[in-house]
């Protein structure tokens, strides 16, 4: 029956690949649990009586995930020191009467960085109390949607200064404070540095070096005590101004193409049919900073903090992406793209047989 199962196997690619998938499903749940069983926490509450304060250091806290973040570690007892853009926003001022400690950050700011670096230095060194900075949490990013041709180069230079130069210049500016206290440091990536996306090639790019370098951080630094993770937080865009400047920014775009380009994107309607969709999601109600509602990204992200031994990567993922990203690895490369367009569900290009006849007959 065995070698019958394998005959079959062989005679279909596709139950080989299902079956594949299915067995991997399998085994790679097992060793989540036992990883899980085996795992340890670290002391949640600091200890005062030492005069000791422990800190947790997170950025981009305006708004969506680090703004959530930062609560929730205010939350644990962690003295949060946070960087936002908005120093007088009103996130800045929830944090502060928590008594967070804000200071603003702008990564496209070629001093802000230093001066931050140098803030933090300052504090532990005029403080009577002993400081001990228990994470870095690089959180702050940026991301817009938009076919690659039609992104600006600001646009492209922003995604990299902010989601992987700004965070490698801040880690190497703490490194001493971070291999002094043996800390955490938590890289806050993206599903898009799994699976490279549509729509999102630039920010997938960004998302994917920052994965790569995080893993060769997580041997680097392993050796003075200092643990690496990846945290993938999962999509929660209506809830972040992650996609705030969404509109202007493809106002910016249809104005910078020139006419022959604008009239290629123009057919069918698809330019207008594509940013119409995606500024109906972008839209957010109000400025007023929200903590995220879905637990498991708090569940997960205590996991990635507060494990003794913690994994590579942490995921917060509904079982929907589980599903996708198994197949995009394992089906063969017309069906993954399919699957990804799908996906996605962005609006299709389908201009007619006439218009397809035009474009090929007309020199852009």
Not at 73 to 100: H, M
Not at 116 to 131: C, Q
Not at 231 to 252: A, C, D, H, N, Y
Not at 261 to 281: E, K, P, W
Request: hydrophobic share 40%; with cysteine.
């Amino acid at each position: 029956m065995a070698l019958g199962l394998v005959e079959l196997m062989n005679q279909n690619p596709l139950i080989h690949v299902t079956s594949t998938v299915v067995l991997t499903g399998i085994f790679y749940g097992a060793y989540l649990q036992m990883r899980k069983s085996f795992s340890r926490r670290l002391s949640v509450i600091p200890d005062h009586k030492k005069g000791t304060i422990q800190a947790v250091v997170i950025t981009g806290c305006d708004s969506g995930l680090g703004y959530s973040l930062a609560l929730y570690c205010s939350d644990l007892g962690f003295k949060v020191i946070a960087t936002v853009l908005e120093p007088e926003g009103p996130a800045a001022e929830r944090l502060r009467e928590l008594g967070c400690l804000i200071y603003k950050v702008d990564y496209t700011s070629q001093n802000d960085v230093k001066q931050f670096a140098n803030g933090i230095d300052a504090l532990i060194r005029d403080s009577r109390d002993d400081w001990e900075i228990r994470a870095l949490v690089n959180n702050a990013a940026v991301m817009m949607f938009g076919e690659f041709e039609w992104l600006l180069p600001k646009h492209v230079e922003t995604h990299f200064e902010v989601n992987v130069l700004g965070p490698m210049k801040l880690t190497k500016e703490l490194l001493p404070i971070l291999r002094r206290d043996k800390s955490r440091l938590i890289n806050v990536v993206s599903h898009c540095a799994l699976e490279a996306l549509p729509g999102l090639s630039v920010y997938s790019g960004t998302k994917s070096a920052m994965l790569g370098w995080n893993n060769a951080l997580r041997v680097e630094l392993g050796k003075y005590g200092v643990k690496v993770v990846a945290f993938v937080p999962g999509s929660f865009i209506t809830e972040s101004g992650l996609m705030r400047s969404q509109i202007k920014q493809f106002s910016e775009m249809h104005r910078s193409m020139k006419p022959e380009v604008q009239s290629f994107y123009n057919t069918g309607g698809y330019f207008d049919r594509y940013t119409d969709y995606l500024s109906a999601i972008s839209k957010i109600p109000d400025n007023k900073p929200r903590p995220l509602e879905n637990p498991k990204v708090y569940q997960v992200f205590d996991s990635a903090l507060l494990d003794e031994k913690p994994n590579a990567i942490y995921k917060c993922e509904p079982m929907r992406y589980q599903m996708y990203h198994t197949l995009f690895k394992y089906l063969p490369t017309f069906m993954r793209d399919k699957l990804v367009e799908r996906f996605m569900q962005m609006p299709a290009w389908n201009p007619s047989i006439r218009q397809v006849k035009a474009l090929l007959t007309r020199k852009i």
